[in-house]
């Protein structure tokens, strides 16, 4: 839902007033309201249907946008600077490549426009992410790289899966432990994304520096605490801070961002893996051969692991030609919030 980011990018609205800028959030096709065919139901019936569920697409529907908006509102003049997180970075950069005629500029953050082929480690998220736990607490680090053996064989014994949905106060009975993997992993990873210095509701309401949080959590539970309810009281601070969650459902997808699994499993094909030594995640090694069968069980498609590449470009000598002579700013992934603002009001004063 647009509405969801709209209220979550306080730096647009902080500088918009300064430019006299007119600030549009565009929702991307398939997600929130804005659902081809008419519903969702319809919309994401199958591999058909959700054809036209692409990064190429929701680009064009920008373009489209937004020559249509400058045209009625008599602003043919008016220059466009495109902002972006995470994926609708990646738009961002790309939509400053491919129209560079609509837009005049691009701030790309949080943006893995590399994160494809083989441009970058195929480990380097999940070190990253494994870091910022480390620095808080060794610990907590430690409790968390050990959890996921804990957990494996929980489930592996008599009674595990039930004991298991106890302890992390499940909805419903395990029928595997690789759900509750999953559900792990994805609140690991969108902390890291969202470790802000003050409170947000970004994908869930969250205290300052959640991870610091967390780790005060798994590490102040009474001696003779197992593992894994040091890790309930960890991940409890992401998914219910609020305290009004009476259990948690796995299959809830609060955000509606499913569609993100046909895009991964078209061209969205992100190589990642976790190493033995860095990371706090389980060893794991990408094989595209196994991600592929899972994407032609579920959706009936194969992925085009080359595609982003072919389209937009990313390779490195390239693309750092590309920041340096075509108004595009990118900012790391998990840089602190204070330096990439200063940074983009250097840009927009220098450029404006």
């Given amino acids: 839902d647009i509405a969801w980011f709209a209220a979550n990018s306080g730096l647009v609205w902080d500088a918009a007033p300064r ?9 991307h096709r398939y997600y929130g309201e804005s659902m081809p065919f008419g519903s969702k139901d319809k ?3 199958n591999s058909r249907s959700m054809a036209y569920l692409t990064a190429e697409q929701a680009l064009a529907d920008y373009a489209v946008l937004l020559t249509d908006l400058k045209r009625n509102l008599s602003s043919e003049s008016s220059p466009v600077v495109l902002f972006g997180g995470s994926y609708g970075g990646m738009l961002a950069a790309w939509m400053r490549l491919k129209y560079p005629h609509i837009a005049v ?54 009674d595990g899966l039930l004991k298991l949905s106890k302890t992390l106060h499940l909805c419903q009975t395990l029928n ?10 994805s609140a690991y990873s969108y902390l890291a994304m969202v470790d802000y210095p003050m409170p947000s509701e970004f994908l869930m309401p969250l205290p300052a520096n959640p991870i610091k949080e967390v780790c005060r959590n798994i590490d102040k539970q009474p001696e003779g605490s197992s593992i894994l309810e040091r890790i309930y009281a960890g991940v409890n601070i992401y998914y219910n801070y609020t305290g009004t969650v009476d259990c948690f459902d796995l299959d809830d997808d609060p955000h509606g961002m499913g569609g993100w699994d046909w895009q991964a499993c078209t061209e969205m094909v992100m190589p990642m893996s976790s190493s033995e030594g860095l990371s706090m995640f389980p060893p794991d090694e990408f094989d595209y ?37 075509s108004n595009l700013l990118s900012t790391t992934e998990f840089s602190k919030p204070t330096d990439s603002v200063i940074q983009v009001i250097m840009f927009f004063e220098e450029y404006l």
């Fill in 289 to 325: 051969a196994l991600y592929a069968d899972d994407c032609v069980k579920n959706f009936g498609v194969r992925p085009r692991p080359r595609w982003i590449s072919t389209e937009f470009g990313g390779h490195v000598s390239p693309f750092y030609t590309l920041l340096s002579l």
């Fill in 43 to 45: 919309a994401y019936n």
């Fill in 176 to 185: 595997t432990t690789g759900a509750l993997s999953d559900w792990l992993n």
């Fill in 19 to 27: 430019f006299a800028a007119l600030v549009v959030f565009a929702e």
């Fill in 105 to 158: 500029g691009a701030l790309a953050s949080s943006a893995p426009i590399l994160q494809f082929e083989d441009i970058v480690p195929d480990t380097i998220f999940y070190d990253l992410v494994s870091n910022d736990f480390k620095r808080e607490s060794l610990s907590c680090f430690q409790t968390i790289k050990d959890s996921w053996k804990e957990l494996d064989e929980q489930g592996n014994g008599q």
